[in-house]
């Protein structure tokens, strides 16, 4: 009831708008991203501004989500570290993102390290990075997959680091779920959508849809929930992966 009110309020005006911070150096950038996410973040109050010298502005107001972008510098580089520690104590409850010239894993680790809640490439397309961004303003934490290792693939579809193992359950059947019927069904743990899920896998919709068509039918779910329960619910644990677990999709 509480929300409601507080919203209702908000809409009169009577309430100020939680606050978004984009705190980026170069002006074109900055700007582009304000437009961006004003346009795709309604509800929000948006605030722009070059360095976190400014955050005077934020003070005392529901600072919900503040990105940060960083270039080339490491996340370890001092001037990054000072942000990131000025961020927590001026917005304690407002989750941080990451904005990244670099696309590594040390980079991307060091910062979720760090308490970072979003690490974003800036090689990445624009559309991913406001699903990404979604993702992070309703609590979870966003990473690419990571590139490496492509091998010369056009990068539509994603990459996997290291296989998955193999679901072994309580009556000793054995489900042979596809590494990527497995990510998807991590995903689904967590409660996503459709439309973030293909987002954060790198996928199209109709192709997440599929692989969920096909984790129920495996698991003799009737419905997304139901084949995450049933997982949940028989699993055993795992193993490592034998020659010939996965087959291919």
């Known amino acids: ?9 908000r809409l009169n005006g009577s309430l100020p708008l939680p606050l978004l911070l984009i705190i980026d150096p170069l002006t074109l950038a900055r700007t582009c991203i304000l437009h961006i996410l004003r346009q795709e973040l309604i ?5 722009e ?16 989500l503040a990105t940060l972008s960083i270039g080339d510098k490491s996340v ?10 000025l961020l927590a104590d001026c917005c304690p409850n407002a ?13 991307a680790l060091a910062a979720l390290q760090r308490g970072v809640r979003g690490f974003f490439p800036t090689s990445i ?13 309703a609590g979870g934490v966003y990473r690419p997959l990571s590139i490496e290792g492509q091998n010369g693939s056009s990068g539509c ?19 042979e779920f596809t590494p990527r019927e497995q990510h998807v069904l991590a995903e689904l743990e967590l409660g996503l959508p459709n439309k973030l899920i293909a987002a954060k896998l ?13 984790i129920m039918r495996k698991c003799a779910a009737r419905n997304r929930t139901e084949a995450v329960l049933r997982w949940r619910a028989r699993s055993i644990g795992h193993r490592g992966p034998e020659p010939g677990a996965f087959s291919s999709s």
Do not use: W
Request: one cysteine or more.
């Open 95 to 107: 989750s941080i993102a990451l904005f990244c010239n670099r696309d590594d894993e040390a980079t």
């Open 1 to 9: 009831m509480d929300d409601l009110v507080s919203a209702a309020e």
């Open 125 to 137: 397309p624009v559309e991913l990075a406001v699903a990404g961004l979604r993702l992070v303003l």
């Open 202 to 214: 790198n996928l199209s919709e109709n192709t997440v849809k599929m692989h969920i068509h096909h």
């Open 43 to 47: 509800g929000f109050e948006i605030v």
């Open 76 to 85: 370890a580089d001092p001037s990054v570290a000072g942000d990131l520690a």
């Open 157 to 175: 579809e994603p990459i996997y680091p290291r296989p998955l193992a193999p679901i072994y359950l309580a009556n000793k059947d054995q489900i």
């Open 49 to 64: 501004m070059a360095t976190t010298d400014n955050l005077g502005c934020a003070t005392g107001r529901d600072v919900r």
